[in-house]
């Protein structure tokens, strides 16, 4: 079964940094892609960053420079290093086993001064 809890979100003034962290149980890091989704109030949900199961990686051209998905297979967990934070990184980050339905609860994070 899996079960996928993200956490580090919180409040942070423009220019900061984040470290997001979502411990994946029960997932074959091997097998699957993951990756970080985010939804902002009104608008649909994105894909921040994924990395692939052999371990490439991928991001949306908003966050190209600034965030870095990486991974720690012996601990099962997958993360989101987010630096130069704007107010429009604001938004619900969700953790996903791409291609499945297994979605985290999300974290908050917040960009404002």
């Known amino acids: 079964q899996v079960h996928l809890v993200e956490s580090g979100g919180g409040l942070v003034q423009p220019g900061g940094s984040l470290r997001l962290s979502c411990t994946a149980s029960?997932?074959?890091?091997?097998?699957?892609?993951l990756g970080w989704f985010r939804q902002a109030p009104g608008k649909q949900r994105e894909m921040v960053a994924r990395?692939?199961?052999?371990?490439?990686?991928d991001y949306a051209e908003s966050v190209k420079g600034r965030f870095t998905i990486s991974r720690d297979i012996a601990k099962s967990t997958v993360y989101l290093q987010m630096n130069r934070l704007k107010p429009e990184d604001t938004a619900v980050y969700y953790c996903?086993?791409?291609?499945?339905?297994?979605w985290g609860q999300g974290t908050q994070v917040t960009v404002s001064s």
């Open positions: 996903h086993v791409i291609g499945s339905g297994n």
């Open positions: 029960g997932v074959i890091f091997s097998r699957n892609d």
């Open positions: 990395i692939a199961y052999y371990g490439s990686t």
